[in-house]
């Protein structure tokens, strides 16, 4: 490679536009939060059952309510990726928090919807 070819190169990076991304820890963070989420939710579904009197079709219902919640929390991801890994992060928490306190069915649904 020339001497010109890097400089015109270095230049055109250092012009580009100044990425939104999110920093490292941060993505670990989400996706720790997020697959735990996801993973937990079935060793505890048979304790969901007992404290809600759920039927088994019933306690389908929540990982079917997380998943969609997560597809439609995929679906809005912006090209401000920053901000919305934090949007995601923050449904994520106060969805969970809604579902561990939720005193009925249909409240931990909303929660998990929200959190997915």
């Known amino acids: 490679m020339a001497i010109g070819e890097a400089e015109g190169r270095a230049g ?3 012009s ?3 990425t939104d991304a999110p920093t490292l820890p941060m993505l670990h963070a989400a996706f720790l939060l997020a697959g735990l989420g996801t ?3 079935g060793p505890i579904l048979p304790l969901l059952s007992r404290r809600w ?3 088994d079709a019933q306690a389908g219902l929540l990982p079917l309510v997380q998943f969609c919640g997560a597809t ?6 912006s090209s401000r990726l920053e901000r ?4 995601g992060v923050g ?3 106060g969805g969970f928090l809604i579902f561990a306190l939720a005193p009925e069915f249909g ?3 909303a929660g998990l919807l929200v959190a997915g």
Do not use: F, N
């Open 12 to 14: 055109l990076e250092a």
């Open 16 to 18: 580009g536009p100044e």
């Open 39 to 41: 993973l937990l939710l």
């Open 53 to 55: 009197h759920l039927a």
């Open 72 to 77: 439609l929390g995929g679906s809005t991801v």
């Open 84 to 87: 919305s890994v934090l949007v």
């Open 91 to 93: 449904a994520a928490a």
């Open 107 to 109: 409240l931990g649904l």
